[in-house]
T-cell receptor, first 113, second 114 residues
């Protein structure tokens, strides 16, 4: 079974401080990992995916297979980063016979001015 | 970017009635759509995978007869909550897979069953 764990429900940081949103996963195969973001009163949207190794809005995330982690980082938090962040894993489910996206419970990031 | 639209965004119904929620991919075709349920302060839980022209694949614990899914075209999937009860009150979200494999999410539909 695949599982995604985000240990922090809420993370508060001051503007300009570094941010790290933790994500750990459990999956027997080679995972495909994503970070999704949901701003207030907006729909869920893709922030970044590990295979593209890109930086979006200053955020980066590195897949660490040894630690089974995919933490989301940003060196200097901005007020507009305040949102709900979900880590997700796309893996094959033999029970369903298809690939599935499993979400973590989410971390609410609050950037204090 | 690709847009997925859900309708209605908010619905209140009486216990025992059925409610249909639509999920449309507005500018792309989606052979696969997904339906999620989100409880307050909880994560999205996958309910079922909807495949165009075939039966939906339901997750363990999700009642097929309770949550009817129809994916009749490449741009429309519907979720019908039959004989709704207060415990079915929740936020239902759909997503559609684009050509590149990326998921695009609808705005969500909040169902309140009185």
């Amino acid at each position: 079974a695949q599982r995604v764990t985000q240990p922090e429900k809420l993370l508060s940081v001051f503007k300009g401080a570094p941010v790290e949103l933790k994500c750990n996963y459990s999956y027997s195969g080679s995972p495909e990992l994503f970070w999704y973001v949901q701003y207030s009163r907006q729909r869920l949207q893709l922030l970044l995916r590990h295979i593209s190794r890109e930086s979006i809005k200053g955020f980066t995330a590195d897949l660490n297979k040894g630690e089974t982690s995919f933490h989301l980082k940003k060196p200097f938090a901005q007020e507009e980063d305040s949102a709900m962040y979900y880590c997700a894993l796309r893996g094959y489910s033999s029970g369903a016979g298809s690939y599935q996206l499993t979400f973590g419970k989410g971390t609410k990031l609050s950037v204090i001015p | 970017g690709a847009v997925v639209s859900q309708h209605p965004s908010w619905v209140i119904c009486k216990s025992g009635t059925s409610v249909k929620i639509e999920c449309r991919s507005l500018d792309f075709q989606a052979t696969t759509m997904f339906w999620y349920r989100q409880f307050p302060k909880q994560s999205l839980m996958l309910m079922a995978t909807s495949n165009e022209g075939s039966k939906a694949t339901y997750e363990q614990g999700v009642e097929k007869d309770k949550f009817l899914i129809n994916h009749a075209s490449l741009t429309l999937s519907t979720l019908t909550v039959t004989s709704a009860h207060p415990e079915d009150s929740s936020f239902y979200i759909c997503s559609a897979r684009g050509r590149g494999g990326e998921l695009f999410f609808g705005e969500g539909s909040r169902l309140t069953v009185l």
